[in-house]
């Protein structure tokens, strides 16, 4: 059980290091493309009823009912320190799964558009640039080569990890008072 | 070697009776006549023995042979039950419990223990000496004849040895063939009788053809000695169970034979035949003669028998009661299932899911407007709520088994301090879940010893306040809004509010000068850090590790509170949720959200408008007389959408706190399915899970104490802030 889980992201890492070439799910937000690869995406939902969860910080968009379960929503835009996302018509919700310590949890993700799954060799990968990115390097996997252009790969272990999330969330419902005050 | 999971069945069932056998021990002291607790003690006892004996734990077999000998004793009367003889059984009970805990943990207990153990041995010895004296020596009569005289005598008729022999499962892989010793048994003297034993082969399609289900019981005429029938086995001495009794056997001997064979519900007859007591035709004979009688005069076989003058009393109360115990054993399995706790949850969790789809199916039976439909889904929503009911019942243990382990504690712990002090239990019956039980009892323990150590006085002080000598500590259990409540009380000292105030101004707990109420000094003996050993014997030293209490009834999403009286005594009072999964809800609206706040906790509703008539918004209304602080929920959360026509106070009560959350839209009785909170939400206060709705939307759910708390806190700091900001301002000008 524990192994399976654990597969996921090893295997992510790992084409990092030219083990073998892997598909990546390419999407675009606030103009820009972006690729995650897809072995820690579970599925696509389009964007539809959302529950916003009062006193929240502006990248948790809300929570939504995935058949029964209750699964948040992340604003990737807010989340990189840009405007809120929008809504329109092709908006969309991917449903990634990252590892807490043992803990598998669902989150999902709100992008403007998905574009398509597209296979991208190791070798048309390349390492963070340290800057030259408007992004948190920590959240660049890799630089993917497509048709000549540059995508930012993001390491979704990082983008959406709960314990960096969870610290702002609190941070910003203990700082609320404050903020009213002032 | 043994698999480990029979170990710790093992261990786990020893567990169980040596805490019945506890508890029996505490109450045999105030009823020492009643048989049924001796009995309780003793059966607790031989099922431990019996158990031990079939891991070979020799240890705990010697140890628990001695006691059971001397509870022996105490059921047939030849010992009384005195305090002092409680005591030494207690000790003995303690110390089975450090063996069974050293066979939990896969350790051989030292030789310290072993010693420790042979002195409370030869302790319990010194019992069974005292009556040996008067016991007659029964083995000096002998009957010669076959068989048995109607003669008071303790010794079996028969002349010939009785062997009993159950094959271990793998005789046959281990290349033995169970006939082989029998042929071989018949070189040592002639088998005058061989009954074999197949009860123990299971269904043909269970059974296992390489497996050996066999016994044998045997009737051996032979005038070699017991050694050389013993040697004949040898080979499977260890696989096999071997029962060996010599000609002439004491009927004790028998009535043992009969207790340690496998139990199956063999009729009387059929057991004294395969113990050789009797033939089968000897037995026949006997049953004709009962078919004979009068339908009306029908005697049950035993009596036949002794009648007839062929088996004695007692072999046949023996084999009478043996029949019973196979009995109640039979009721008790089918009483109790004991089932994985996962499974349990699995299970409540599926019930969340199907109110949720009822809910569902519910909305769209309405909309569609089919009646039909309406009130097929009604009933289906009926019976789920039943299923919900009885699922989460599944769950709910009485707390009485707890507060029962406190007897102990309180008369350890009174005779520690040398002080008199009776436990008085209430509300045993109420109910709650088994998680909260089993992490309840450290801090009950805490609050317990703590009431008898600093709260209640010696005996002289007693005396001179003019109060009864023997103190008394109560212990109490109700449900309550919701929650339940249990409380620990004591007709001791109760606090001093000067020391405690004192104390917590030179801690620097409290500012000096500072004004509080009642209710603040003594929670204050919560804080960490507030008690030090060198206040041991004082009353203000109540709260050693009074904040771990409060830490670990705070992790079970409860609160505890004190309540005392100088000089008379003092309550402290934990207040903990139900736990559940499921609660049923009281939906409200605000702006675009949908709010669930629990219903136990909703005591009304009331209108906003008709309550206040000032424009300024205040922060409280007039309730009937009563002052009802209210807030915004609009405001509190920030939502945006369209303010609803008239604002509702939805009025929710917990505990002490009553306070009123203004809300846009009243919805109705919801029953709602709670989602934990998920790590990323744990930050926020207000929010104790969500639920998803029939309609699918997920809403939130209001726990109502803490976001009432953060309310109170915001409210303090923004008072803080208005203060410095003044000051601040002044100071410029």
Known sequence: ?182 | MIPDEYLQTFVIESKELLEQMEEALLKVEQAPDDPEIINAIFRAAHTIKGSAGMFGLDHIVTFTHAAESVLDKVRSGDIAINSVLVASLIEAHDYLKVLVEHVAKGMSPSSEIDEYGKRLISQLETYLDKTKESESNPLTVVTPNANVEPVQTDVVGTDYWHLSLRFGVDVFRNGMDPFSFVRCLASHGTIVQLVTIIDAIPAAEDMDPESCYLGFEISLQSNEDKRTIENVFNFVRDDCSIRILPPHSKISEYQDLIHELPEQEMRLGEILVSCGTLTPEELESVLHFQSQCDEALQQPIGEVLVEQKMVSPPVIEAALKKQEQVKENKKAEANLIRVDAEKLDELINLVGELIIAGAGTNLIARRANMPDLIESTATLSRLVEEVRDSALALRMVQIGGTFNRFQRVVRDVSKELGKDIELIISGAETELDKTVVEKIGDPLTHLVRNSMDHGIESAEVRLSRGKPVKGSLKLNAYHDAGSIVIEVSDDGGGLNKEKILNKAIERNLVAEGANLTDKEIYNLIFEAGFSTAETVSNLSGRGVGMDVVRRNIQALRGTVDIESQEGLGSTIRIRLPLTLAIIDGFMVGVGNTVFVIPLDMVVECIELKAWTNDERDGQCLNLRGEVLPYRRLRDYLNTQGEQGQRENVVVVRYGDHKAGLVVDKLMGEFQTVIKPLGKLFQGEKGIGGFTILGNGDVALIVDVPSLMNQIEHEKAVEEMTVSRASRSYAEVI
């Open chain 1, 1 to 182: 059980m524990s192994a399976n889980v654990q597969t996921a992201p090893l295997l992510a890492i790992a084409t990092v290091q030219n083990v073998v070439d892997q598909q990546y799910l390419t999407f675009t937000l606030s103009g820009e493309p972006y690729a995650i690869s897809i072995l820690c995406i579970k599925e696509i939902i389009q964007f539809g009823q959302l529950t916003e969860v009062p006193r929240m910080p502006t990248f948790i968009r809300g929570v939504i009912n995935l058949r029964g379960a209750v699964v948040p929503v992340i604003d990737l835009s807010a989340r990189f320190g840009k405007f809120a996302t929008v809504v329109g018509q092709r908006n969309c919700i991917i449903i990634v799964e990252v590892m807490t310590g043992e803990e598998k949890h669902s989150i999902g993700v709100m992008v403007d558009a998905v574009n398509a799954v597209l296979e991208i060799p190791a070798k048309e990968i390349e390492n963070t640039p340290t800057f030259g990115t408007n992004i948190r390097t920590e959240f660049i996997e890799g630089m993917g080569k497509i048709d000549g252009k540059f995508v930012i790969i993001l390491n979704v272990q990082h983008v959406l990890s709960m314990d960096d999330m969870a610290a702002l969330v609190a941070e910003r419902s203990g700082n609320t008072i404050d903020v009213m005050n002032s």
